[in-house]
């Protein structure tokens, strides 16, 4: 399980670290670097992947792989040539950092350094280093020599390579990490683009875009629709009694999402251009937790966004159940008092605060953290301290007394 990330000179963060647990909540005001932790995950999850280290923040350019936002520009922090991002992992045997650090200036993109450490055995398993222009590999802490990863992650390679270059007590290891950082779900629903036909795909969309085609193609259909349908009969209207998806054309190349909704003594079938916004979203999020793979983690950006606050306790409780049931880790990023509101004190130790410093870099604070909070309880619940603005004032104070 990765259980932690920490960002250097990435974006807006100075050096901030996200702990992530079952169920790991991000709240902050608008441009206060919470999107920049998503995007950290997408490059994360791109590069483990194989993709190259430029095409990871610039895209593809075939319109394949969208870049990130800002570009290679924008994604060390200002002023500085040199990001870092960092993960903590949990393996049934060791326990891991994984960093990587790359160059970028004038467009140029290279990696700086890339390190697997072995927390259990305190020894580093690789390390990629750019020493006087030249990229060195060096494994258990001896040098292989020069390395051609300069713009592709060694762990990617290292798991291409099937254990030719890893000693043998590591190989599992290191597909187990790639595996982990290469399935990581940074989610931005976009109810919109889910209307339409989609073709059928064995890839879910970042945005829900193909929800049909990916439900309809996939090998668990029918028990997917099954679990969707069982969790919007949740619904306080009580007006869905079941989900579905119907390939379309003569060879089933495409396929279409629909509900039953009941309403008195009438069924009416609904197909996605005329469900709700919160139903797709809700719709949109399941699927996403139902088909994540074992010990991975999905990350929601927005997660309320067009819910009903009735549904979004719904959901609160729907992703509990199922990352519980399917050893799924969940983000979710969120600015709904009445969600907040919902989570209640238990949640506290889980809920990441992110806000600027006065010298405008982005940090992470632990809502637990914060030296006012119990004063601030006694005002009220969670959501409405944020919503109040008091949360921040409360940061601020903090940081003024340090």
């Known amino acids: 399980m990765i259980t932690s990330i920490r960002l250097i000179n990435w974006k807006s963060f100075a050096d901030a670290k996200l702990y992530i647990d079952p169920i790991t909540t991000i709240i902050g005001v608008n441009a206060s670097g919470k999107s920049n932790i998503l995007d950290a995950l997408e490059f994360l999850r791109r590069t483990s992947s194989g993709v190259s280290i430029d095409s990871a923040l610039s895209g593809s350019g075939d319109g394949g792989l969208p870049p990130l936002r800002g570009n290679i520009g924008w994604a060390a922090r200002k002023g500085h040539n040199?990001?870092?991002?960092?993960?903590?992992?949990e393996t049934d045997n060791n326990n891991f950092i994984y960093s990587i650090s790359v160059y970028t200036k004038e467009k140029v993109v290279r990696i700086h350094e890339?390190?697997?450490?072995?927390?259990?055995a305190k020894t580093n398993v690789f390390k990629l280093k750019s020493i006087s222009g030249k990229?060195?590999?060096?494994m258990l802490g001896a040098e292989l020599g020069d390395a051609d990863f300069e713009n592709e992650s060694a762990?990617?390679?290292?798991?291409?390579t099937k254990g030719l270059l890893t000693p043998k007590e590591y190989i599992k290891s290191i597909n187990t990490i790639q595996s982990l950082l290469s399935s990581i779900f940074p989610f931005k629903p976009m109810h919109n683009s889910m209307r339409s036909i989609a073709p059928i795909s064995d890839q879910y969309r970042y945005d829900g875009s193909n929800i049909a085609g990916f439900i309809a193609g996939h090998k668990n259909k029918t028990n997917i629709e099954r679990q969707l349908s069982k969790y919007a009969?949740?619904?306080p209207e009580g007006d869905i009694t079941k989900v579905w998806t119907e390939f379309i054309g003569i060879n089933k190349e495409k396929a279409e999402l629909y509900c039953n909704e009941s309403f008195g003594n009438t069924t009416n079938t609904v197909d996605a251009n005329n469900m709700s916004d919160g139903t797709l979203r809700f719709l949109a999020i399941l699927v996403a937790m139902l088909t994540?793979?074992?010990?991975?983690?999905?990350?929601?950006?927005?997660?309320d966004n067009g819910l009903h606050p009735s549904r979004s306790e719904l959901l609160i409780n729907s992703l509990k159940e199922i990352g519980s049931k399917r050893k799924v880790?969940?983000?979710?990023?969120?600015?709904?008092p009445a969600l907040l509101n919902f989570l209640g004190p238990e949640a506290i130790p889980f809920i990441s605060v992110v806000h600027r410093k006065h010298s405008g870099e982005s940090t992470i604070t632990l809502l637990e953290d914060v030296d006012q909070l119990p004063k601030l309880m006694a005002s009220g619940p969670i959501g409405t301290i944020v919503s109040q603005g008091k949360l921040q004032k409360a940061l601020r104070n903090q940081e003024d007394a340090r």
């Open 82 to 89: 040199i990001f870092g991002i960092e993960a903590e992992i």
């Open 114 to 120: 890339e390190t697997l450490y072995d927390t259990t």
């Open 135 to 138: 990229i060195k590999l060096f």
């Open 155 to 160: 762990l990617s390679t290292l798991h291409k």
């Open 233 to 235: 009969t949740k619904f």
């Open 292 to 303: 994540a793979p074992e010990h991975s983690l999905v990350a929601i950006e927005e997660i």
């Open 329 to 336: 880790d969940v983000i979710i990023i969120t600015h709904n």
